[in-house]
């Protein structure tokens, strides 16, 4: 009966996304259902599918295969609920916006005047703290050799390096929006090639911050930002292609893990694919999911607390409990620290700040926040320029559906600056 139910809301949702994708395109609203899908309806499906050969993890056999199929049915039922809530709110707000009295019209000055701001105050002030960065760590090569244990949370970056020069990690991040806006800044003025030379040269520095500082699958994610402008030139339907780009790339995961491991040790490490790992991987936001109630039944609803201290926790040295704390130490216990955490996706995320409300108030934001920007975009000219900056926030959200916590938002500068670049570049003129 359930794996029926995923059956036909993947076969739904799938309709709802090729539908409005025909009409608009790929924008914001296809990219949270896709998303919504991939993670609730599609692995889990695999998940039940494969059982027999998943049992093979431990905490999948205890916090999946072991319950009845009752609650995973109540936990789909909380899924289609968000969905619902989401679609409902997301079409009244477009409607509302494209009936209202006043008009909307995008204005290619502010664009451009808002990204080229953004990049040179990112450039100047994300570059040089970045490099100052590497300097204190004693280079790329030794940053990227302790790449792994600077982003486990068993070590503080002040082991590495003075508390001061720690600080340098935060500026830093500005260096991953420099290429993306100075590309964004060239499509629209492809005359001023100054922009595409400081892109080409930033790149780099993008890349060793994702491979220090982010890890393998967000330094993925950044590289298709780029590939889908270029794909878009070649073929009308680019994403198709694009995610299955994606999943083929996969197993570079297995090959950066072997690089990792050769620049912390110098001893190269054989690598081997494994697609039952692959999945697995995918698995901990249904298995989040279906064990969230039991989280807050043993740890608290925590009523919208880590809004705060989760930006407070962003400086070095200061650390209070967030909400991925208590998801991973439900899971891995009080040692988790020296295991790895487990991020809180989307729905879980809404569930252990607030308890089933959060499913409500959650998916309404969304759907107003998601509408305003799909209806400011709507009025872009659909140039490379466009197509690169909703390429990336599609993206990102894909990434924010699996990791929602404000943390890792926070640190995502990229997703944020383009929100807030979509949502003040058009002006409001009186309808005729």
Do not use: H
């Amino acid at each position: 009966m359930l794996i029926f139910m995923l059956i036909v809301s993947i076969g739904v949702t799938t309709f709802i996304i090729m539908n409005r994708s025909r009409k608009k395109g790929a924008n914001t609203f296809t990219s949270l259902l896709f998303s919504i899908m991939f993670f609730y309806m599609i692995i889990p499906l695999f998940l039940l599918i494969n059982e027999e050969e998943m049992s093979q993890y431990t905490d999948l056999q205890i916090y999946l295969y072991d319950y009845n199929t009752s609650k995973l049915f109540f936990y789909q039922v909380i899924v289609l609920v968000f969905i619902m809530i989401f679609y409902l709110i997301y079409n009244r707000t477009i409607n509302r916006m494209s009936n209202s009295k006043t008009g909307f019209e995008s204005n290619t000055f502010v664009i451009i005047k808002y990204f080229k701001l953004v990049g040179w105050i990112s450039l100047i002030i994300g570059g040089i703290s970045f490099i100052l960065f590497l300097g204190s760590l004693g280079g790329v090569r030794q940053a990227l050799a302790i790449s792994e244990l600077a982003r486990s949370f068993n070590t503080q970056l002040t082991e590495f390096m003075p508390y001061y020069a720690s600080l340098l990690i935060i500026p830093a991040r500005l260096i991953t929006l420099v290429p993306i806006f100075f590309m964004t800044v060239y499509l629209f003025q492809p005359e001023n090639k100054r922009y595409l030379i400081i892109m080409i040269c930033t790149f780099p520095l993008a890349v060793i911050f994702y491979l220090f500082n982010a890890g393998r699958a967000p330094l993925i994610a950044y590289l298709l930002c780029f590939l889908i402008p270029i794909l878009k030139k070649r073929i009308k339907y680019p994403w198709p292609i694009v995610i299955l780009t994606g999943f083929v790339s996969l197993p570079l995961l297995d090959i950066l893990d072997s690089i990792f491991l050769y620049f912390s040790t110098g001893v190269w490490i054989e690598y081997s694919t494994n697609y039952s790992s692959y999945l697995y991987q995918f698995s901990f936001p249904y298995k989040n999911l279906i064990n969230s109630l039991d989280i807050i039944t043993a740890s608290g609803i925590r009523y919208g607390q880590d809004f705060i201290t989760s930006i407070i926790s962003f400086i070095p040295g200061i650390n209070f409990s967030i909400s991925y704390d208590v998801t991973t130490q439900y899971f891995l216990g009080e040692n988790w620290k020296s295991l790895g955490g487990i991020p809180n996706d989307l729905i879980t995320f809404s569930i252990i700040e607030f308890s089933l409300l959060g499913v409500v108030l959650f998916s309404y934001l969304l759907g107003i926040t998601l509408a305003k920007i799909d209806f400011k975009l709507s009025k872009w000219e659909s140039n490379s320029a466009y197509i690169l900056v909703i390429s990336s926030i599609n993206i990102l959200l894909f990434l924010f559906v699996q990791a929602a916590d404000i943390q890792p938002l926070v640190r995502s500068f990229l997703l944020i600056a383009l929100v807030i670049g979509v949502l003040i570049s058009s002006r409001k003129v009186k309808s005729k």
